[in-house]
């Protein structure tokens, strides 16, 4: 008996857009009803998975993959690809902040939104949709397709409800990641091609393909990586590939901000471990590109606080702290251990709740004065002290506070950096420091002093729909910076277990031996043998 | 094919009779042509021998592959005839002969795509030209419109020219104008032979043309521009369709033993193509101008594939996948390129011009539903899935992957971003830009349904391609020339 709950958390979203499509586009408030009504639904539906999840954390399956759905050949078959999902320890947490993260922005975007209000909802919706499935499909074929159709609707929420350089700033985002993802899609088809010729089947089944990736030949598996590379790095984006990030960050309206910074960002990392590693272990234990993956990791942590430190946007600013963030993020996934894996994905949803709350927190103070220049402001703790709270809670967790969240998962990817090789460890806490020295800095000159423009003297404070938004938040920064011992427990079994694949195929600049992986495919073991040895 | 000629004498006479205002009597009389034919093309389909069956003392091959390009043909005839009727009230052109030449014009390219005698598909080709010369100098009272027919007729003509001695070559070469017999003739001739190389390169020039790949394609941005916008789409979809189907009779199925001669040709003229309609692409303002180097680049694509059919063994997982790369283009791009221009086409108002990108401005506003599908085609166009343009790309980047070609697959990649590039930009005048004018378009019925048929399509080939993908697999038999061979005798 297949359990159902994937394809219903995934599709109550495009449900909810299609039932807009009815609603008379006039009656807005109505529109903005049953939007929240189908976000908050989503998160709620997403819910019972939790205490499923945590009930078969440890448990083995062959593919390492739980709550499987549909097979890999039943959408279609001719070309051996299925609707095909299931979630690991690492997408479980990805798609619990990704449907907490979509209901949030939609209703921190009640007020904000006033023009075409049910489009923007449709296509919030659809992009919802859009990014579960890249974190749920066990198909590359399902996989690709969600990962292309999702940028059709954050290319609208930029260039629609966009600031004043919209246009260029859509275009930017889509022109970037599409290459990135068209590069993938070659990578794809070669691994599709490849399984073929090893065990003369075609498919796109992610956990069939795990098993031959590993035995291409080196000099293929590096172009392979670069090209998978490219896509994911676009996306994260790592160093030097991170330019369309500001431009999209600042002129998207806030919930495209929040959902861009706290899922869309994640895709890339998550390609990296879901991919990149299990299919190219020989390659990323390759000592040169695992050190070319750290070095750009670690000027992406220092460049991005550095450039954070110059910022006059607030806007501008959050987006690259997110660059210094991810930063640390892919310097724990190549750390290539399990500490720095975990804390990596752990740092991963970390960010997605602290820089989300900063967008925010940003979009609030947009929302009533229409301009996010920090000089503009000053003193604002005196008008809005609630407000002020949550931000330095917010601040607090961003720059990585014990007993909050960003401090685990900083502590625990430095951690495991300092035991692959501590110099790596030491270039990146100069960027835990300097995220303290941007953000307070920040938080003085917006927040302490006197009220020294007097348009912000009548500032009203936040609206109980304004704190609902952070509540959730808040409430998961304290968890995971209090007792983070369960997310670790969830992650051990997945992680784990790329560390196992990649030791396995490590030092394979030689040959891969069929005989070291698990489980040999069933289908002419000499052919694979023979593959592998040329 | 010959009740559709009855049907295209038989508008012709009716027009003769109707009164002005009942033009669209015609329209009706050459749709149910159309349905009426692809009726007969099912019943020739269900009773058709695996290997096909030849007719007309042996220069008719009907087999699968004729089979499924008959379909295509005839569903690209229906939209545009739907797409016709509004947009020739408007300019007042409502005559039968338009429907007349559509329909002879579509019977030509059933016979090219039939044919394996070369008289015969030479009389296809030059049927559904000259038809189409017509169709492009329809608005006789537009200047564009002449032009684009004479500089069409004169390029076209001398193509033309140059096809037929080529033809007449092969023909000296092997004593037969059947394509299975040259065929045979051919391999067993070296094929670096100078006049089996001088009788290639003059066939391709010809068919090169037809397909309009660059450096044969500087007529097709001209006509295209300045066609009635109906004509447009069906000789974007249609008549490059069957230019097509003539390719492929021709190079896979007669002079296959050439390949190893003219696949490097191929390689040559897709860079080339992808690489000029391109960087064209980028600087047009005029939408039909803009989708026709679209269209240019489009075909760019398709030659990848024919290159990764050509260089892979015969049966391979690159040459299958080739094929079914261009077949299940061909079908993709009908659909969407077609349901582009009705979008275009109902632009098109009285006083109002309407193919200017500043004229898709705010066409959100103006008319959500068509600005929503507009955006559905051009994603498809740019290859974004769900929408089916992805399947397309899919088939010829897997093909190019099959058979090694990493660096052309590459180079196709990056051109696909010039693609969204300029795709975006139609987007962006249309959902992003505010509206020169407010008042509601007005959208005719036909244009609804063509809109809606051509969307629908679209989505449905993206999100469950695999019936269709089972269709190409079945018309892919072109019949072996050896085969066909002995038939003949």
């Known amino acids: ?534 | 094919m010959v009740e559709l000629t009855i049907f295209a004498l038989g508008i012709l006479l009716i027009d003769l009779m109707v009164p002005r205002g009942w033009k669209w009597i015609n329209a009706v009389g050459a749709f149910v042509g159309v349905l009426f034919s692809a009726l007969c093309t099912w019943q020739i389909q269900s009773t058709l021998p695996p290997r096909g069956s030849l007719g007309f003392y042996n220069s008719l091959l009907v087999d699968r592959f004729a089979i499924y390009f008959w379909y295509l043909f005839l569903a690209g005839a229906a939209i545009s005839i739907l797409m016709s009727v509004h947009y020739l009230d408007v300019e007042d052109e409502h005559h039968g002969e338009y429907y007349a030449l559509l329909l002879l014009s579509v019977v030509g390219m059933m016979c090219m795509a039939a044919g394996i005698d070369i008289v015969l598909l030479f009389i296809g080709l030059e049927l559904m030209a000259i038809s189409t010369y017509v169709l492009v100098g329809f608005l006789r009272r537009d200047r564009r419109s002449n032009e684009a027919a004479l500089k069409y007729l004169l390029l076209g003509a001398f193509s033309s020219g140059i096809f037929a001695y080529g033809l007449s070559l092969f023909y000296g070469i092997s004593g037969s104008t059947n394509l299975a017999i040259i065929g045979r003739a051919i391999s067993a001739q070296n094929p670096h032979n100078p006049v089996v190389v001088i009788a290639l390169l003059t066939t391709m020039v010809g068919l090169l043309f037809k397909i309009a790949a660059v450096p044969f394609h500087q007529w097709a941005p001209d006509a295209y521009e300045g066609a009635p916008t109906s004509i447009t789409g069906f000789m974007s979809v249609a008549v490059k369709a069957a230019a097509w189907a003539l390719l492929l009779r021709i190079l896979v199925f007669g002079l296959l033993p050439l390949r190893s001669v003219y696949t490097p040709l191929i390689v040559f003229v897709s860079i080339a193509t992808m690489t000029g309609a391109n960087f064209a692409a980028l600087t047009q303002t005029n939408t039909k101008r803009l989708l026709a180097y679209s269209s240019i680049a489009h075909v760019g694509y398709m030659l990848l594939a024919f290159v990764a059919m050509g260089t892979s063994p015969i049966g391979s997982p690159g040459f299958l996948d080739g094929f079914k790369g261009i077949l299940i283009y061909l079908l993709v791009y009908t659909f969407m390129n077609l349901g582009a221009f009705a979008v275009i086409t109902s632009l098109r108002q009285r006083n109002v011009i309407g193919d200017e990108l500043d004229d898709m401005a705010g066409l959100y506003q103006r008319a959500p539903v068509e600005a929503a599908l507009m955006l559905l085609f051009l994603l498809s166009l740019a290859g974004i899935p769900p929408a089916a343009g992805f399947l397309g790309k899919y088939y010829i980047f897997l093909s190019l992957i099959e058979s090694g070609h990493y660096g052309l697959a590459s180079l196709g990649v990056l051109y696909s971003l010039f693609g969204l590039y300029y795709y975006l930009k139609i987007a962006n005048s249309m959902l992003m830009r505010a509206p020169m004018e407010t008042e509601r378009l007005p959208v005719s019925l036909g244009m609804r349904c063509a809109v809606g048929v051509t969307a629908l399509a679209t989505i449905v080939i993206g999100v469950y391609p695999e019936p269709f993908i089972r269709t190409v697999n079945w018309s892919l038999g072109i019949a072996q020339p050896p085969h066909v061979a002995a038939m003949l005798k």
């Open chain 1, 1 to 534: 008996m297949q359990s159902h709950i994937l394809s219903i958390i995934l599709f109550t979203p495009l449900v909810g857009a299609f039932v807009l499509l009815f609603v008379p586009k006039e009656n807005k408030d109505a529109i903005r009803w049953i939007a929240n009504i189908f976000a908050l639904g989503g998160f709620l539906i997403s819910l019972p998975l939790v205490p499923m999840f945590w009930a078969q954390r440890f448990d083995v399956t062959p593919t390492h993959f739980k709550f499987l759905e549909g097979s890999a050949n039943n959408w279609i078959p001719s070309i051996g690809a299925g609707y095909n999902l299931g979630i690991d320890g690492i997408s479980f947490l990805l798609i619990m902040l990704t449907t907490l993260l979509g209901w949030i922005s939609i209703l921190s975007s009640w007020t904000a939104i006033e023009i075409r209000v049910k489009e923007y909802y449709v296509w919030f919706l659809v992009l919802q949709t859009g990014m579960l499935g890249v974190f749920m499909a066990l198909d590359f074929f399902l996989f690709f397709v969600f990962w292309e159709a999702m940028l059709v609707p954050m290319y609208l929420l930029i260039g629609i409800w966009g600031g004043p350089r919209k246009l260029y700033a859509a275009i930017k985002f889509f022109l970037y990641t599409l290459l990135g993802s068209v590069l993938m899609l070659l990578g794809i088809l070669f691994l599709y091609f490849h399984h073929h010729t090893v065990t003369g089947v075609y498919t796109f089944s992610i956990p069939e393909l795990y098993k031959t990736a590993p035995l291409i030949p080196f000099h293929y598996a590096i172009w392979l990586f670069v090209a998978f590379f490219i896509g994911f790095a676009i996306k994260v984006p790592m160093f030097p590939f991170h330019t369309w990030l500001p431009d999209a960050h600042v002129e998207a309206p806030t919930a495209g901000s929040v959902i861009l910074a706290g899922v869309l960002l994640k895709m890339g990392t998550y390609g990296f471990v879901r991919f990149s590693l299990p299919f190219f272990p020989a390659v990323v234990s390759h000592p040169k590109v695992q050190s070319w993956m750290i070095g750009i990791s670690l000027v992406g942590i220092i460049y991005g606080a550095l450039v954070s430190l110059m910022q006059k946007d607030m806007k501008k600013l959050v987006a690259y702290s997110s660059v210094s963030h991810l930063g640390f993020c892919t310097l724990g996934i190549f750390a290539l251990n399990s500490m720095g894996l975990s804390g990596s994905v752990l740092q991963q949803i970390n960010h997605g709740i602290s820089t989300g709350a900063l967008f925010l927190i940003v979009g609030i103070l947009y929302e009533r004065r229409h301009t996010r220049e920090i000089v503009e402001y000053g003193g604002i703790s005196n008008v809005m002290p609630i407000y002020a709270t949550i931000t330095m809670i917010m601040f607090l967790s961003s720059m990585g506070l014990p007993l909050l969240n960003g401090f685990v998962g900083e502590f625990t990817i430095l951690q495991g950096a300092f035991t692959a090789n501590w110099r790596w460890a030491a270039w990146a806490a100069p960027g835990v420091v300097l995220a303290a020295a941007y953000l307070l800095w920040l938080y003085q000159r917006v927040f302490f002093g006197t009220v020294t423009n007097p348009k912000n003297e009548k500032l009203h404070d936040l609206t109980p729909r304004e704190i609902l938004t952070f509540v959730p938040l808040i409430i998961m920064a304290l968890w995971i910076g209090v007792y983070p011992k369960p997310f670790f427990q969830i992650l051990e079994q997945p992680v784990n277990q790329i560390v196992q694949t990649i030791h396995n195929n490590a030092n394979a600049n030689v040959p891969v031996n069929a005989q070291v992986r698990p489980a040999p495919a069933p289908q002419a073991p000499v052919a694979v043998a023979a593959k592998a040895s040329n």
